[in-house]
């Protein structure tokens, strides 16, 4: 289950989503996240499936990639599911005993949820997979810079987000290792009970920690060693502009956001 966690990896790239500005790619990020909350019924909720559906065609991320980064929360959907299905009790009784109570608005609210979840990690995916980690950086530096004027570090703040989510992939690779090491060992991981299972981990996590702080500590004298300051002086690569491809990603979120604000007026209840 680890090795399918794909959060924070980059697939390079040359598509149209891969061209936008950074910048423009993290505010139509928020504002999708937003918007997904907004919706109200299954019409609003498609019409975000479906743009971000062309997001994920135009980004030519393959879609074995994207399938990968639903499977580590396919116990949070499920749990999510049979929450909603036996603690809502609108809608028409379709199933009763006892204290089980199964109606259809149970059911349609769990579907509306489980697509809500998983558009919602598809989208967050999707920044990481076009995006590299130091134009995410700069991306963030840019759009939090008005903070400067409250006298915060909006440079290290962005880089310690960038940071943290790179090492996301780094990390559960170590554990890959940690795991196939101690069961080269005899270590039994994966029989036992819960509490079993959870005191065998204990040799996993241990070298895994020293992993990270070791890890930190070499990236830190790293970057000290090269008169790393933060943003004091620092120039960059690559200008961030925007374009027109921006102008028009802005306009077809406007578009998409328009036609939930109408779609849940006109149809107000999920079902």
């Known amino acids: 289950m680890m090795h399918d966690i794909t959060i924070g990896q980059f697939f390079p790239g040359n598509s149209i989503i891969h061209r936008m500005d950074p910048r423009m790619k993290l505010i139509l990020t928020f504002i999708y996240i937003i918007v997904i909350f907004v919706c109200k019924n299954f019409w609003s909720l498609g019409v975000m499936v479906l743009a971000l559906i062309i997001m994920v065609l135009l980004s030519k991320v393959p879609v074995k990639v994207i399938l990968k980064s639903i499977k580590p929360i396919a116990i949070i959907i499920t749990f999510t599911a049979i929450l909603n299905i036996f603690y809502v009790s609108d809608g028409d009784p379709l199933f009763d005993w006892r204290f089980i109570h199964i109606t259809t608005g149970g059911i349609y609210t ?4 489980i697509i809500r979840i998983i558009a919602l990690v ?16 700069d991306g963030i530096e840019r759009l939090l810079s008005p903070l400067k004027f409250m006298k915060n570090s909006v440079h290290t703040i962005a880089m310690m987000m960038t940071i943290a989510l790179r090492f996301i992939p780094t990390l559960v690779d170590e554990f890959e290792k ?14 036992g009970t819960l509490v079993e299972r959870a005191k065998a981990l204990v ?4 070298p895994l920690f020293i992993t990270s702080f070791r890890r930190a500590y070499e990236l830190a004298f790293a970057m000290e060693c090269r008169c790393y ?3 004091e002086g620092r120039t960059r690569m690559k200008i961030m502009k925007y374009s027109k491809l921006d102008a028009f990603a802005l306009l077809f979120i406007c578009v998409v ?12 209840h999920i079902i």
């Open 203 to 206: 040799p996993v996590l241990v």
């Open 178 to 191: 940690i795991t196939n090491a101690q069961k080269a060992r005899g270590a039994d991981l994966e029989t």
């Open 110 to 113: 769990a579907i509306f949820m």
């Open 122 to 137: 598809v989208a967050s995916s999707l920044l990481t997979y076009t995006t590299s980690p130091t134009l995410i950086t």
């Open 257 to 268: 956001t328009g036609g939930v604000v109408a779609l849940n007026i006109l149809f107000v």
């Open 229 to 231: 300051h933060g943003a």
